[in-house]
């Protein structure tokens, strides 16, 4: 094989320019800053879609507590009353566990309840991420009456 046989040997063409990464490192920032924000907002619906999905189990279980004992828990006697026999006045007659366990919020803190409810004939209901009455996006609150 000759010289002339060969092609040159260029060292020039043996990677990429530092404009060429450039165009990638902005192509792949424009990229991030599309989908970050939109990947960022799921935990917040994750945690909605939890509560409401925590909210219609109570709901049953609350629904299938009057089928057995004629009515509702009273607020006083609260949630606490699907696991465990109420010992406040009006005792259940039927009772029986209705869940093994309260869960609690996506945001850690217990689920209300209050009968006569403002928006049904109970609510069950979460504050939210700020624990307090109102607010808007993920401060809002969600109750057994958006699910209906």
């Known amino acids: 094989m000759t010289q002339t046989d060969c092609p040159p040997n260029n060292d020039r063409e043996a990677g990429f320019s530092l404009l060429e990464l450039m165009v990638v490192v902005v192509i792949l920032s424009v990229l991030a ?22 909210l219609a189990a109570i709901s049953s279980a609350v629904q299938l507590y009057r089928l057995d004992n004629f009515r509702y828990p009273t607020t006083e006697q609260g949630l606490a009353a699907l696991v465990t026999k109420p010992a406040l006045d009006p005792a259940p007659a039927n009772w029986t566990q209705y869940m093994d366990r309260l ?46």
Request: charged share 20%; no cysteine.
């Open 103 to 148: 869960p609690v919020d996506p945001w850690g803190q217990p689920y209300q309840y209050l009968v006569p409810g403002v928006h049904g004939d109970f609510d069950i209901f979460t504050y939210g991420a700020d624990a307090a009455p109102g607010g808007d996006g993920a401060n809002a609150d969600i109750g057994s009456w958006s699910a209906q």
């Open 33 to 54: 800053l599309v989908i970050v924000p939109r990947v960022i907002d799921r935990p917040d619906q994750a945690r909605v879609a939890r509560a409401q999905s925590d």
